[in-house]
């Protein structure tokens, strides 16, 4: 059963991607300058996993992401002001200042946050689906982790009982080929994460990470299967981030040739998607630049809006450790 | 009992520590249509500890769950669920077993509320089973509650009778916090009075247990019965010794440690757990903060060696603190 995407759907997709790629650009460049603190993974080249996966999903389904999540935020449907807040630092950021990047989050959209531990999300997205399985609803949960995280004991043991369990579950691996930065042939001795699916009894699906088509499409089988019950899947999307594990510089590095980077790069996910989007008259070039400009001028304003934010007080350093009955 | 029981009807009933559990998770499981019970051999089993023991044929196999052996994944379960409109209790088989899911425990179920801004509550509840005493050696014997009380967004409780038992765990399931309820397995048999139905216990309330004038004995989980004793042996040499059950380590009652120690000017802390870097360390220097100038002997701690747990018995027995050292312990510090 193929889910075709509409083109509603297409375009829809595309706005989200772009979504991510302006974001992550602009906070590429906050970094660079000494602009906000910490340390910032971007998701630059991936975004037509996150794009691909999150159009089949509502706010009521829940997701887990990775140290690289502010794509899934973006594709989830998170505001530029809260998240460019947050990666500032700031009291009106999504997480009030207290999470940063690697734990950007909003439980409003279902979105259980980033993740500081490689596979540290994957059997809280578990949890979370084994929550709406016991409540009866038809939502799903989705874990966004990478090839790196495939060899946490963790990815382990949430498979195994969310087949177990015949959970509501979607295990996305995002295969960007490096382990922070070592390569994938360098981690494990198989190249596909799916094969795995096997020893978990549930069903184990490659797919171009750089067709957004495609994902979605890979995607919405695994969605269906989970919103009837029939249990997890996990599907691999084959994708490369353009930048370094860390920051912006994606050329020059050590781990990895710049020919390598450039051939990835002729198959750029927003690219290949624009191209279809023009070849098959769903959209033009004009209303695709003009999409790109409007987008540009929101992340400008939700910079600003982030400057211009107070930082948090002091005083309340402590609050939220604990929940305390009103 | 029995007979008493027909001499007076409201004579208080008596049950093991071990049903006191069974009682505290059946008292919850009834009134919390979001609570699930879920832990290695907790269904079909009745638990390795037999306090789980019915509650499958009560309330199903939806909501008493056996899982595999993954402690990663069952800690992620219960903090994913609790996340998103569950009220886990996780049963996790032995303290030791932490090794297995800290990450679990201490990057994610303590840490989300705060990293999220505020924006997640967490109702999850973690049973686990501590100490030594019964000869299952180093990997299952251990007491690592500063494990868990170094990690803010915890609760920790340590229950020592039936009734504290029952009534913790029905407030850490109340609670909208993650709470550890550290279980002692040397006490599944000890009886106490345990009401009928439900009833809380305050997290973070210590327990005077008895009142005395010169000494106050702090201690948790099954030492506070061996500090009873050791304060009954040192009456013959003169000390009136408090004893103050913790009951909960984090948060810790403060108050009323102090107000006790400005009482009696003395003070022994005792635990199972091993005394280099335990838990005592963080009373001792809490009571010299606070009431430095009311003591007037230095604070002494009881604890285990500086050795893992050992197997042989007559090893096991000389590791474990006991009244009798208290009562050496005390007498060195006092001089008497």
Redesign the interface.
Known sequence: MTIQATDAVLLDIHERMVRIRIFEEEAGKLMENGKVPGALHLYVGQEAVAAGVMAHLEDTDHITSTHRGHGHVVAKGGQFNEMYAELYGKAAGYCKGRGGSMHICNMEIGMLGANGIVGGGIPIAMGAAFSKKFRKTKEVAASFFGDGASNEGSFHEAANMAALYKLPLILVCENNGFGEYTRQDNHQAIVDVADRAAGYGMPGVVVDGMDAIAVYEAAGEAVARARNGEGPTLLECKTYRFYDHVGVRGMGLSYRTDEEVENWKQRDPIKLLEEKLIEQGISTKRKINALHKRVREEAMAGIKFAEDSPLPDPDGLLEDVYYVQA | MAEAQLKDDQAPRKLAYVNAITEGLHEVLKEQP?A?LAGEDVAGAGSVFGYTSGLLEEFGA?RVID??I????I????????????R?IIDLMFMDFLGECM??VA??MAK???????????PVTVLTMSGAGMSLAAQHSQSLEVWLTHL??L?VVAPATPYDAKGLIISACRD??PVFVLLNKLSLALQGEVPEGAYEVEIGKANVMREGKNLTLIAYSRMVHEAMQAADQLKEFGIDAEVIDLRSLSPLDTDTIVKSVKKTHRAVIVHEAVRFSGFGGELAAQIQELAFDYLDAPVGRVGAPFSPVPYSPSLEQSYMPNAKRIVAETRRLLGV
């Open positions: 979001e699930f939806d899982t595999p993954s402690e990663k994944g800690m992620g379960l219960g903090v994913g669920a609790a996340a998103t409109g569950c886990p990450d679990e990057n994610q989300m509320r705060y990293m999220f801004g505020g924006h997640a509550r967490l803010p967004g609760k909208d916090n």
